[in-house]
């Protein structure tokens, strides 16, 4: 719909796996963004990608690691998460460079839910 | 930072009355303010925007209007119908040359159309 896919859609985890949620974006776009979405929460910005480096990390647990491999591909490894981890986890992108105005678009999310 | 309040939580309207969703936020440096909506299964999607140079946008049955003095906007829905109900969230940024921005977003609004 939006240009930008997730997969899986649903992910079910133990506590001691590793997993990897990925996102890929088809709409050109060089700034790359995961947030997280709890129950009865603002969205919670994660990580920010721009041209594959990071510049933002908004004091993210390393049990959650990025990666950015390049600029249509994003991807977040997770492994001994905690059940308050479960969550929805969406991944977003935009523009992000040589324009003033910019604008987010946002994939379908990803329900991961920790046991 | 920035910090984005949004009001009501919850709110249920008849088939064909207006709704409207209001947004405060404190830095005001921030010149952008997007609002998204989110149906259930689905990521966020943006359906319309404000940026500080206007007071007011509308786009058919949808507006926002924008108070920088009082930092504050609003979204205006008229001639609701179910199709409307989901989750609406105000967001705000700082846009500018550059690369990617942060958006920092509401708690969001459940919108439920009453036929």
């Known amino acids: 719909e939006t240009g930008v896919t997730q997969t899986p859609r649903h992910l079910v985890m133990g506590m001691t796996n590793k997993k990897s949620l990925k996102c890929e974006q088809h709409?050109?776009?060089?700034?790359m963004y995961w947030y997280k979405q709890s129950a009865k929460k603002p969205l919670e910005l994660m990580f920010v990608?721009?041209?594959?480096?990071?510049?933002e990390n908004n004091s993210v647990p390393s049990r959650f690691s990025p990666e950015c491999p390049n600029s249509s591909h994003l991807f977040l490894h997770l492994h001994t998460l905690q059940p308050e981890d479960s969550a929805l986890y969406l991944c977003?992108?935009?523009?992000?460079?040589?324009?003033?105005?910019?604008?987010?678009?946002f994939g379908p999310g990803t329900r991961l839910t920790v046991l | 930072g920035e910090n984005v309040e949004q009001h009501p939580s919850t709110l249920s309207v008849q088939e064909g009355d207006s709704a409207v969703i209001k947004c405060t936020y404190s830095?005001?440096?921030?010149?952008?303010f997007p609002w998204y909506k989110q149906e259930l299964g689905k990521g966020p999607q943006l359906i319309i925007d404000?940026?500080?140079?206007?007071g007011e946008k509308k786009d058919q049955r949808i507006a926002v209007t924008l108070n920088k003095t009082a930092k504050h906007f609003s979204l205006h829905i008229t001639e609701t119908q179910p199709e409307d109900s989901a989750v609406y969230f105000c967001?705000?940024?700082?846009?500018?040359?550059?690369?990617?921005?942060?958006?920092?977003f509401g708690s969001g609004t459940q919108l439920t159309v009453l036929p």
């Open positions: 990608y721009s041209l594959e480096e990071r510049v």
């Open positions: 404000i940026r500080s140079n206007v």
């Open positions: 830095d005001s440096a921030s010149n952008y």
């Open positions: 977003a992108s935009s523009q992000g460079v040589g324009v003033i105005t910019d604008t987010q678009y």
């Open positions: 709409l050109g776009h060089n700034a």
């Open positions: 967001a705000a940024s700082i846009e500018g040359w550059g690369s990617a921005r942060q958006l920092t």
